[in-house]
């Protein structure tokens, strides 16, 4: 309170030494006194009224207050006040912070004060506050013994719908762009997220945006991931894996739908094709049968994937892989697409398979070379692209000390992304504060590449793991820290790419010597009988597309 409205003069002789014992705290009879004597403590309203209350009030002590309160009666008095906010904060969520609010001490809180989750938000509400709604209602009813999971899963579909967003009214209209006898072929080198990764990840980019900087390497001097597309006579669909020696032949609508199919070898694909207008759901024009689609079309396809490359690798294959896909598909139906915007039709493409995921998968494989990367907040999320010098990664003396190991341990990615993304969906302070440092940590990163300081850039390589380690403990098991309690001492930094746990490890030794002595202790003991090390090399090129 101000000096000015109210002066220890006021008290009248109180012993301004011991403020603990001193009567100041008037004893009142009704609301009204009360307001009338806190406007005089902070304003001039009423000054004097609310002066003369005070002074021929009883006052109390601050010992004489907690000498006398019934602190079982405040207790329950609290609880009940907590209660009846907690259920007005939800109620009135259009004009209060509830949706902002750390959701998950909410659903605790829900449950240990037996209050019934919040209602489902009307479909007229905005989108981000329902997709929370969802989220927090299964969170409050699985901790209360009750099933969970359609809640969790509509907070999901509501993702996607906003994803989606203008691309489902976007139709596509599939020609045949090439000719009877040429192949179309692409390919994709994979990523290596050195700092940032998970803050491309929606729904934090959607409120927070994302900074991340990666790197698009091929492996042994090629890049893993390629498609090869050509006309088929029969007016049927054929899809191939090389890696996965799979073949299915697709006839209807129905088939080609199938793409959340769990288990499928050609999801991919499938989602793919159906992006491109090879479905009533995108096509510009209606056609009765996938077969008098392709008739009008004027050929089947015939597409052959090869993933060159072990499956939980961690660099970002799947997302590369359907941007590959996609690539091939747009030149071969000439559907104008360009880099970006295969890039954002792969976004919508996980969506549609129910994978998830963030964008910075696919434009670290698609977009050549080292890269920041950012978007804003907002559900369209095309990143700004700011390439950084290759200096790094290419000079001698550096370049040899960036050293891949495949650790033959694999995990899937999708467990722990469900599990970080429904932290995001509840705002878990834990996390949006590790993100937020995370997405600054990216810019330091890229500073220290654009600089050219080895040293820093491979400290800040070994703290992109720290925070990954913090987001999610499962993302350095015991069989990966034996790998790396062997080498670290002869490095500067080290990471797995992507969500961790397994697959490739990202190693930066001390220098030519370090990197030698790494490759020797790791070749003539290996962990496993498939681990082994795999010749890195910046991609100049990102995602080519050509034709024979």
């Keep these: 309170m101000s000096e000015r409205n109210l002066t220890l003069e006021d008290f009248n002789g109180t012993n301004t030494n011991d403020l603990q014992a001193a009567g100041i705290f008037p004893v009142v009879t009704n609301v009204e006194e009360m307001g009338q ?270 993933a060159a490359i072990p499956a939980g690798s961690g660099l970002g294959t799947s997302s590369i892989l359907a941007s590959t896909v996609l690539g091939a598909v747009n030149d071969f139906c000439g559907l104008a697409w360009d880099k970006n915007e295969i890039c954002r039709r792969t976004l919508v493409l996980e969506q549609l398979l129910t994978t998830g995921g963030g964008w910075q998968d696919q434009y670290g494989g698609v977009l050549h070379g080292i890269k920041l990367l950012q978007t804003e907040d907002g559900f369209n999320q095309s990143p700004q692209v700011r390439w950084l010098p290759d200096y790094l990664f290419s000079e001698p003396g550096f370049k040899e000390c960036h050293l891949l190991y495949y650790t033959g341990i694999t995990r899937t990615a999708k467990g722990i992304l469900g599990e970080i993304v429904s932290s995001m969906f509840l705002n878990s302070s834990a996390h949006l504060s590790l993100l937020a440092e995370m997405k600054a940590h990216a810019l330091d990163m890229a500073e220290a590449v654009q600089r050219g300081h080895f040293n820093r850039y491979a400290t800040l390589v070994g703290k992109s793991w720290m925070q990954n380690k913090a987001l999610d403990s499962g993302t350095n098991p015991p069989s990966v820290e034996a790998i790396i309690d062997r080498i670290k001492d002869y490095t500067l930094g080290y990471k797995l790419p992507g969500a961790g746990g397994g697959g490739y490890l990202y190693m930066v030794a001390k220098d030519v010597e370090a990197a030698a002595r790494i490759k020797e202790i790791l070749t003539n003991n290996p962990p496993n009988a498939r681990a082994r090390f795999v010749r890195m090399d910046l991609s100049n090129k990102g995602l080519q597309i050509s034709r024979s």
């Design 37 to 306: 004597v806190l406007r005089w403590m902070v304003s001039e309203a009423r000054l004097e009224a609310g002066k003369e209350i005070w002074k021929h009030a009883t006052r109390l002590s601050a010992d004489e207050i907690a000498s006398q309160a019934n602190l079982k009666r405040l207790y329950a008095q609290r609880e009940e006040f907590t209660r009846q906010n907690w259920v007005s904060l939800a109620r009135n969520y259009e004009k209060s912070v509830f949706y902002q609010l750390d959701l998950q001490h909410a659903a605790d809180e829900f449950v240990r004060l037996d209050l019934d989750a919040p209602d489902e938000l009307p479909e007229e509400a905005q989108l981000m506050p329902r997709i929370h709604n969802h989220m927090l209602r299964s969170r409050i009813n699985s901790r209360k013994g009750t099933d969970g999971e359609a809640e969790r899963l509509k907070a999901f579909e509501l993702l996607r719908d906003g994803l989606l967003g203008e691309i489902s009214n976007q139709k596509s209209l599939p020609q045949l762009n090439v000719y009877s006898d040429q192949i179309v072929w692409g390919r994709s080198p994979v990523r290596i997220d050195v700092a940032g990764g998970w803050t491309d990840t929606p729904p934090y980019s959607l409120y927070s945006g994302g900074n991340v900087v990666n790197l698009a390497i091929e492996l042994n001097g090629q890049p893993p991931l390629q498609v090869y597309i050509k006309p088929c006579n029969e007016h049927h669909i054929i899809l191939r894996s090389i890696d996965m020696g799979a073949m299915e032949i697709i006839k209807t609508y129905e088939e080609l739908s199938q793409y959340k199919k769990v288990g499928s070898p050609f999801s991919i694909p499938k989602a793919a094709l159906v992006l491109a207008g090879f479905h009533p759901d995108f096509s510009a024009e209606h056609y009765g049968t996938l077969s008098e689609q392709l008739e009008a079309f004027g050929a089947g396809l015939e597409i052959t994937l090869l």
